[in-house]
T-cell receptor
Framework: EAQVTQNPRYLITVTGKKLTVTCSQN?????MSWYRQDPGLGLRQIYY???????DKGDVPEGYKVSRKEKRNFPLILESPSPNQTSLYFC?????????????FGPGTRLTVT | DQQVKQNSPSLSVQEGRISILNCDYT??????FLWYKKYPAEGPTFLIS?????DKNEDGRFTVFLNKSAKHLSLHIVPSQPGDSAVYFC?????????????FGRGTQLTVWP
């Protein structure tokens, strides 16, 4: 089954404790992206990647890091989480350059930073 | 500044009636538009799209209309069903920016009541 998976689905952590949210897709998509969803603000892009080892900032990259060492994986790293990073996070992927603009989303990760 | 705007945060419609969700955009380089539907505790799922060379696209109960001169698109759902209750996001692709990247509106919560 074609899908985007994220882990964990729920995470409660404390300020400053490094964490990683994993994202994996099995569709051989080139383009991958991370979004956060906050009430009244919709989906805001954090980082995106056009292919292996090619990443760039989205609209709200501060406090986040990403890496793309394999085509299928695109982890989101919070080196020192803060309460304002409490949010619902979505990973997405698409064919990107090779056509097809529809992005496929993972189920989301609910992060709470206390 | 938001390039894709959904000015109505919520819409309430009776079952069987038409739902019309609106979206405005500012970037004349947008050439492809998509609508996503999102249920609670799930990731957004692709619903319907339209290329800027068209003014209408239909898929069953869902029709998207594009008015390029007004930089406006709308999603019509006829007839509306309670299962259509969800948040709807409008998204657009900028042909001048990174291939694969989409710009999202803030979403409209549609409630269809019996």
């Amino acid at each position: 089954e074609a899908q985007v998976t994220q882990n964990p689905r729920y995470l409660i952590t404390v300020t400053g404790k490094k964490l990683t949210v994993t994202c994996s897709q099995n569709m051989n998509h080139e383009y991958m992206s991370w979004y956060r969803q906050d009430p009244g603000l919709g989906l805001r892009q954090i980082y995106y990647s056009m292919n292996v080892e090619v990443t760039d900032k989205g609209d709200v990259p501060e406090g986040y890091k990403v890496s793309r060492k394999e085509k299928r994986n695109f982890p989101l790293i919070l080196e020192s989480p803060s309460p304002n990073q409490t949010s619902l996070y979505f990973c997405a992927s698409s064919l990107g350059n090779t056509g097809g603009y529809e992005q496929y989303f993972g189920p989301g990760t609910r992060l709470t930073v206390t | 500044d938001q390039q894709v705007k959904q000015n109505s945060p919520s819409l309430s419609v009776q079952e069987g009636r038409i739902s019309i969700l609106n979206c405005d955009y500012t970037n004349s380089m947008f050439d492809y538009f998509l609508w996503y539907k999102k249920y609670p505790a799930e990731g957004p799922t692709f619903l319907i799209s339209i290329s800027s060379i068209k003014d209408k696209n239909e898929d069953g109960r869902f029709t998207v209309f594009l008015n390029k001169s007004a930089k406006h698109l709308s999603l019509h759902i006829v007839p509306s069903q309670p299962g259509d209750s969800a948040v709807y996001f409008c998204a657009a692709r900028d042909r001048g920016s990174t291939l694969g990247r989409l710009y999202f509106g803030r979403g409209t919560q549609l409630t269809v009541w019996p």
